[in-house]
């Protein structure tokens, strides 16, 4: 996505660096930075894992258990949204489930973060769907898992995902959509400017002319500090949250995403599912002020959801379901995955 003029020419095939992207730091590969040497509570409650996908692809992530309890436990699947990697915050919501009495299961999206996948930075929704499903195969195969109670949790993009697995995949227990995006076409025009759409397209055909040649895939930034920069996420406060949690928790995260993602996004309705989930129970949480995966359209396709589903809605804007109103959006999908896997 874009905004403002000038934009094919500032698209290139190289990283696009923040101008605060701070010294790499190495890590082995799933294992998340501490601020000190001392492992923290939430480290001590999970392990890293690995796991093959359908295609052969190697996902990577975290497992979380109940700290001093038996299993099986009821299980969480769960991912993140549009090109972010598992340090941004799910650390905080799987801890939060595992002090439930929940197990998760935390991965990195395909071509992201510690997973493997080509091309790097790419990001295709119906892949990243079909890793869900896997990742829901792989914790069955788990002794710790409960494998009739597995629910699916998933934010921004991902909040997406899990409304179309939830409708397509029964073994899914209960669902939480977190700030989701509701139509990538409808999405899109909130955030691009009409008289931008054809420039668009334009790079769209032409990056895939490139492809076929052998050519490097174009790359977008995903945000711009300039807000008529060219940037998938074209909004300021995505821009403020990607950059601090870049630097504060994240150094895997890159500010680039192949232009093809943003062709796929434009193509993606995972809100035509959300009647489908039923008799699965769908919470979805809305923050009042997002004006990313705006509010207005999360609203309406919860009304066209079928019962058993609750509604939560947040005062804040996007980003702030990961911080300001942390405890505001978990809380309530602790209560809801409780209510469902636990005592259900």
């Known amino acids: 996505m874009k905004r403002g003029r000038g934009v094919a020419a500032r698209i290139t095939a190289g990283r696009v660096p923040l101008s605060s992207d701070p010294a790499p730091m190495q890590t082995a590969p799933g294992r998340p930075i501490a601020a000190s040497g001392a492992a923290t509570r939430g480290e001590e409650m999970r392990k890293d894992i690995e796991f093959k996908t359908q295609d052969g692809t190697v996902l990577r992530g975290w497992h979380y258990t109940p700290d001093g309890r038996t299993g099986p436990f009821p299980t969480i699947v769960m991912a993140h949204g549009y090109s972010a990697v598992k340090e941004m915050y799910l650390d905080r919501f799987a801890e939060a489930f595992a002090e439930t009495g929940l197990a998760a299961l935390v991965f990195d999206n395909r071509n992201f973060g510690a997973s493997d996948g080509e091309p790097r930075q790419e990001i ?16 069955e195969t788990l002794h710790e898992t409960d494998a009739t109670r597995i629910g699916i949790w998933g934010s921004s993009y991902s909040g997406g995902h899990v409304l179309v697995v939830g409708a397509i995949d029964r073994r899914v227990k209960a669902v939480v959509s977190q700030v989701p995006l509701i139509s990538g076409h409808e999405n899109a025009r909130r955030l691009i400017r009409a008289d931008n759409f054809a420039a668009l ?37 995505s821009w403020h949250w990607f950059a601090a949690t870049h630097q504060r928790r994240a150094p895997s995260w890159r500010n680039e995403v192949t232009l093809r993602s943003v062709e796929m996004f434009l193509e993606y309705e995972p809100g035509a599912h959300i009647a489908h989930i039923s008799p699965t129970p769908l919470m979805m949480v809305v923050a009042q002020a997002d004006h990313l995966t705006v509010a207005d359209q999360a609203l309406a396709a919860y009304e066209r959801a079928l019962h058993p589903k609750e509604l939560v809605v947040l005062k804040g804007g996007h980003f702030d379901a990961y911080v300001k ?10 209560r809801w995955f409780a209510q469902h896997l636990l005592n259900g």
């Open 124 to 139: 295709d929704p119906w892949e990243q769907v079909r890793d869900y499903r896997d990742a829901i195969t792989f914790a």
């Open 325 to 334: 109103d942390f405890d505001e959006a978990a809380k309530p999908a602790c």
């Open 201 to 237: 397209h334009g790079m769209f055909d032409e990056d895939r002319r490139n492809r076929y040649r052998g050519g490097t895939p174009a790359m977008i930034p995903v945000v711009s500090e300039d807000p008529a920069g060219p940037a998938a996420l074209p909004t300021p406060d």
